[in-house]
Antibody, heavy 119, light 110 residues
């Protein structure tokens, strides 16, 4: 069974940093691209970014709203993907989901972790 | 970048059929696949349609997807509505490096 478990969310001040983790199990993590998607309370889904697998050189893409502030990485030996968030803004407050790319870009989703950025 | 526009909400009675539209602002709707995700309250999204019209295993055939190049839009149709279908539905597509979600449609089954 595919499982994705996000962690690392919490309360941080504007301008601060936070690093989220996504622990994966139930599939060959090293062969899968991974995405991060966020959702502000009562709002829609927003794609954050993607990291490809090793055969594609761990290439990354980011939404314009986070480019230059957020960095996605992965450790295939730990079956874990990461989202490093710097220079956080109040508008980054959201539940952050990690997803596996399979049949679709967002094939399986984790339960999400809440990030709150205070002013 | 393009946008995907969905109606904010739709409602219909149990047993009826509802269609949710998703209009692409620029570029052809047919140039990149469209997916549809269902998000029930308090839950993470799940895929109900991928590659315009395909259904993942486990998704009932009451759910169907299509695209219409003349209106540059995609549609999700749910027939034989059940109360369990009440949820938010998001369309999604992509271009070379970006993934784009529609704003979501709240489906009420009353």
């Amino acid at each position: 069974e595919v499982q994705l478990v996000e962690s690392g969310g919490g309360l941080v001040q504007s301008g601060g940093s936070l690093k989220l983790s996504c622990a994966a199990s139930g599939f060959t993590f090293s062969g899968s691209a991974m995405h991060w998607v966020r959702q502000a309370s009562g709002k829609g889904l927003e794609w954050v970014g993607r990291i490809s697998s090793k055969p594609n050189n761990y290439a990354t893409d980011y939404a314009a709203s986070v480019k230059g502030r957020f960095t996605i990485s992965r450790d295939d030996s730990k079956n874990t993907a990461y989202l490093q968030m710097n220079s956080l803004k109040t508008e980054d407050t959201a539940v952050y989901y990690c997803t596996r790319e399979g049949l679709t870009d967002f094939d399986y989703w984790g339960q999400g972790t809440l990030v709150t950025v205070s002013s | 970048n393009f946008m995907l526009t969905q109606p904010h909400s739709v409602s219909e009675s149990p047993g009826k059929t509802v269609t949710i539209s998703c209009t692409r602002s620029s570029g052809s709707i047919a140039s990149n696949y469209v997916q549809w995700y269902q998000q029930r309250p308090g839950s993470s999204p799940t895929t109900v349609i991928y590659e315009d019209y395909r259904r993942p295993s486990g998704v009932p055939d009451r759910f169907s997807g299509s695209i219409d190049s003349s209106s540059n839009s995609a549609s999700l149709t749910i027939s034989g509505l059940k109360t369990e279908d009440e949820a938010d539905y998001y369309c999604q597509s992509y271009d070379s490096t970006n993934r784009v979600f529609g704003g979501g449609t709240q489906l009420t089954v009353l």
